[in-house]
């Protein structure tokens, strides 16, 4: 099945630094959604991206959708620690069907 | 809003036994689709329903099944359980339309399955 690779595998930053993630597809999608995950608990959705080139944020985040529309980017600013957590990226495929990403583990360092 | 709830928050089997997890949507939600999420494979989709109706289906073995009733509450069974099929099951619920603006799902917190 189609694989969404996300990079870094996992980060380890300061409290503070700004965090880059990406995604990267080999098929186009027509969305991005960016969820965080908190240990023993259901991913949360952070931002949806709907068009090429969009760039939206939420409080200290935003995302990119890449102009190719293979790629998308997550950017958090001044993290803190509750910012701990799985970051994924899913794309939709055959209708309400999601593909997600490989994930990226942050640990915030206080 | 109540959120997606997932009932139970975890279960321990032995293998040979069957198992039933239950997802109740949002209110006004049609589509639940269910996932399997292990260290090793990540969120793999199992199926999806929408308006009692499996809708799509990821690549799992028949003994992963699955239901919706008229309230939109979602049942997925796992039969002759595996060691293999220890994981947490999410359920997602969705307006199902995949309208623009729609989308994003809203996971409950899981069933953590454990086979033993």
């Known amino acids: 099945g189609q694989q969404l690779n996300q990079s870094p595998q996992s980060m380890f930053i300061q409290e503070g630094e700004d965090v880059s993630m990406n995604c990267t597809s080999s098929?186009?999608?027509?969305?991005w959604l960016w969820y965080k995950q908190d240990p023993g608990e259901g991913p949360v959705l952070l931002i949806a991206?709907?068009?090429?080139?969009e760039l939206t944020s939420n409080g200290r985040l935003t995302a990119q959708f890449g102009i190719t529309r293979k790629d998308s980017f997550l950017n958090i600013s001044a993290s803190i620690p509750s910012d701990v957590g799985i970051y994924f990226c899913?794309?939709?495929?055959?209708?309400?069907?999601?593909?997600f990403g490989t994930g990226t583990s942050l640990t915030v360092i206080p | 809003k109540a959120g997606v709830t997932q009932t139970p928050r975890y279960l321990i089997k032995t293998r040979g036994q069957q198992v039933t997890l239950s997802c109740s949507p949002i209110?006004?939600?049609?589509?639940v689709s269910w996932y399997q999420q292990t260290p090793g494979q990540g969120l793999q989709f199992l199926f999806e329903?929408?308006?009692?109706?499996?809708?799509n289906k990821g690549n799992f073995p028949g003994r992963f099944s699955g239901r919706q009733f008229s309230n939109s509450r979602s049942e997925m069974n796992v039969s002759t359980l595996e060691l293999g099929d220890s994981a947490l099951y999410l359920c997602?619920?969705?307006?199902?339309?995949?309208?623009?603006?729609?989308?994003?799902?809203?996971f409950g917190s899981g069933t953590r399955l454990t086979v033993v």
């Open positions: 997602a619920s969705s307006s199902g339309t995949g309208v623009v603006g729609n989308y994003g799902y809203t």
């Open positions: 098929s186009i999608f027509n969305t």
């Open positions: 991206l709907y068009k090429a080139g």
């Open positions: 899913a794309g939709p495929y055959a209708g309400n069907q999601f593909y």
């Open positions: 209110s006004g939600h049609r589509s």
């Open positions: 329903y929408f308006s009692e109706t499996q809708r």
